[in-house]
């Protein structure tokens, strides 16, 4: 069996937290608290979980956009952790992301042409001509024509900001791509038509995504497999069938039954969650999700839970589980 494209171990990535006249640490927040996952060649690992879970900074953290604080990234069998900034920037190459905002990751000043073209300049060093000709084919594969080049970002759509957010991401050929919830910002209307060109690309180019969303519809849709995050660590890993079929980790559950449903007719039970979820800096003992799981029991409170593989590689972490 090959190894796997992407293998990330635990991984953490700790925010100081300052105060006082000298400006010191006084605390630390634990944006993503030990993570372990691989992700296949050609394969979508989808991330989700609420809003503060620490989603969008592993993505950043494999990429070395924020350093991690400790940890390891294998990617090809190297530990990027370790590489110097030279051998990272040869790396980026294989390695981009898609940003959330697409109104703001473009650079309102720059043609579309010169933006596409940045990656071009600073990692492959193509003649001009070679360049524009990249460019245009580039802006034809994500569902623009050429004449998109010589005009500016204020020119175009959310959705078709995204596109150029896409094809600046491809401009270098990479095999990996961190998708950081890139249709989260546009209209409902507008999100099935990106979600398919992610699609069509990855089957075109054989692309790897780590793809981060809030919305398990469209984790459901795009994955292979899925990893549920909360407050820094993950308590579900496995097939995208398995965890819409046999979620068993208490917090999937209710993510799950959250979802709404398409028919107002249909009447659908939710697990109701006690309370809010708790502050990174000071996160609970023991199982992080035990202040609002409705099974919660005293070894909740006072041991971390491990993850236990249910069979399929489908990865729970909780006593609950534990205990059967």
């Known amino acids: 069996m090959s190894e796997p494209l992407l293998k990330v171990t635990k991984l953490k990535k700790y925010f100081p937290v300052r105060g006082g006249i000298f400006s010191r640490t006084v605390n630390w927040v634990r944006a993503v608290d030990e993570v372990d996952f ?14 503060g879970c620490g989603k969008t900074t592993v993505g950043r953290a494999i990429l ?4 991690p604080t400790s940890g390891e990234v294998y990617f090809e069998g190297r530990d990027i952790v370790k590489l110097s900034e030279k051998e990272m ?7 981009q992301i898609v940003f959330q905002d697409p109104y703001w990751s473009l650079n309102p000043r720059m043609m579309v042409k010169d933006i596409v073209a940045e990656p071009l300049e600073t990692h492959l060093k193509l003649g001009r001509n070679d360049r524009d000709k990249r460019v245009v084919e580039l802006l034809e594969l994500v569902g623009l024509g050429s004449e998109a080049a ?36 546009l209209d409902v209307s507008v999100q099935a038509h990106i979600i398919n060109l992610i699609r069509e690309l990855q089957e075109k180019l054989r692309l790897t995504y780590l793809f981060i969303s809030h919305n398990l519809s469209v984790i459901q849709h795009l994955s292979d497999r899925i990893a549920v995050m909360y407050l820094g660590k993950l308590v579900e890993v496995g097939d ?50 035990h202040t609002r799981c409705p099974h919660v029991s005293s070894v909740c409170r006072d041991k971390e839970p491990a993850s236990v593989d249910v069979g399929g590689k489908h990865l729970v972490a909780c006593h609950l589980v534990s205990r059967e």
């Open 240 to 289: 995208v069938n398995n965890i819409f079929e046999r979620a068993l980790h208490p917090y999937t559950q209710a993510l799950l039954e959250a979802i709404p449903v398409p028919d107002p007719d249909i009447k659908k039970e939710q697990a109701v969650l006690e309370g809010g979820v708790p502050s990174p800096e000071n996160p609970p003992s023991g199982c992080r999700f």
């Open 38 to 51: 691989d992700i296949d060649r050609a394969e979508t690992l989808g991330v989700v979980g609420e809003s």
């Open 89 to 95: 920037q040869m790396l980026r190459r294989d390695m």
């Open 64 to 67: 070395r956009l924020v350093e």
């Open 150 to 185: 010589w005009k500016y970002p204020h020119e175009f759509s959310g959705g078709q900001k995204q596109r150029i957010g896409i094809a600046r991401a491809l401009a270098t050929n990479p095999k990996f791509l961190v998708l950081d919830e890139p249709t989260s910002m």
